[in-house]
């Protein structure tokens, strides 16, 4: 969702992503439905509705703090909640885009909040399992408001051909990536840091 004056960010995203495999655009969600979404989410860490992150799948999935230290919420995206609709609108029109552009096949969305204390990490690691192919493009959608550089907490996304690039967590960028080609971390930071992270799933066969 943009505020009628800035340009569209799906067409840039999509770009990137058939370019190189990997995108960055900032200012992809207006200020002020931002500012309400990190809101709605706070609340619902305060009332206890957020759980420690786990690792693995299935009934292997486990805490591991020394690996990840986030807390999630998982989101339904056939019943968002009011604050949360206009961002879901704006991945829906992500995936219509990469479906007519890029022909990736993407079928649903799954998502959650991700809120790191101060501190906190995730290790290096993909997001594709190696047993199963269904995510196919990674997403994360930032909701830190005033986030400076000192703060710390980039996304680090590592690649095969060039130097890491570092993503400042501010309230508004969007990335996205192929879940299946490249490796990334979050750094920690000296501030809470708040995400909407998802995965586009293509149909199982």
Not at 123 to 152: I, K, M, Q, T
Request: charged share 25%.
């Amino acid at each position: 969702m943009t505020d009628g004056t800035a340009p569209d960010p799906v067409p840039e995203l999509v770009a990137g992503i058939a370019e190189r495999g990997w995108a960055v655009v900032r200012h992809a969600l207006d200020a002020e439905v931002a500012r309400t979404l990190r809101e709605h989410a706070l609340a619902l860490d305060a009332r206890s509705a957020f759980v420690p992150a786990r690792v693995g799948r299935g009934a292997a999935r486990t805490e591991h703090a020394d690996i990840r230290g986030d807390r999630i919420r998982w989101l339904d995206d056939t019943h968002p909640d009011h604050d949360e609709a206009p961002a879901l609108a704006l991945l829906e029109r992500v995936r219509v885009a990469c479906n007519r552009n890029l022909m990736l096949g993407l079928f649903e969305f799954e998502s959650h909040f991700a809120l790191y204390p101060a501190g906190a990490a995730y290790a290096r690691h993909r997001d594709r399992f190696l047993d199963d192919d269904a995510r196919v493009l990674s997403c994360v959608l930032y909701l830190n408001d005033a986030w400076l550089p000192e703060h710390g907490g980039a996304l680090r996304m590592h690649f095969d051909d060039r130097s890491p690039v570092d993503v400042l967590p501010e309230a508004g960028t969007l990335v996205a990536f192929l879940s299946a080609q490249w490796d990334h971390e979050v750094l920690p930071a000296t501030r809470p840091r708040l995400a909407l992270t998802g995965w586009y799933r293509r149909r199982a066969c």
